[in-house]
């Protein structure tokens, strides 16, 4: 499975923004995704996952209520708007499959991962 992030960008505080993430193959539908982001200095941390089906969520307390992951498996994509955006969560985001879980927290449950894209959020 390949992974591309993309819509990461520049916004001020109290923007919103809505990450990509396009896989390849026709077994998405199999598996379950997650997003993760990593700040400079610091370790890569969980921040949204959605079941195969997207009945399913889970967010970090952190953006719980500013951020909404969501899917589209007839495009084979998985999204995250991202609202209310603060300072913080300037972060480089990215996306990962959990090839055998509902949609996990932690990073080395999951499998494959896209080449991240930068989000910056200035205050």
């Known amino acids: 499975v390949q992974l591309q992030a993309s819509g990461g960008g520049l916004v001020q505080a109290g923007g919103s923004l809505r990450l990509s993430c396009a896989a390849s193959?026709?077994?998405?539908?199999?598996?379950?995704m997650g997003w993760f982001r990593q700040a400079p200095g610091k370790e890569r941390e969980f921040v949204a996952a959605?079941?195969?089906?997207?009945?399913?969520?889970v967010y970090a307390d952190s953006v719980k209520g500013r951020f909404t992951i969501s899917r589209d498996n007839a495009k084979n994509t998985v999204y995250l708007q991202m609202n209310s955006l603060k300072p913080e969560d300037t972060a480089i985001y990215y996306c990962?499959?959990?090839?055998w879980g509902p949609g996990r927290t932690t990073k080395t449950d999951y499998d494959y991962w896209g080449q991240g894209t930068l989000v910056t959020v200035s205050s």
């Open positions: 193959g026709r077994t998405f539908t199999n598996y379950a």
């Open positions: 990962a499959v959990d090839k």
């Open positions: 959605i079941s195969r089906s997207g009945g399913s969520t």
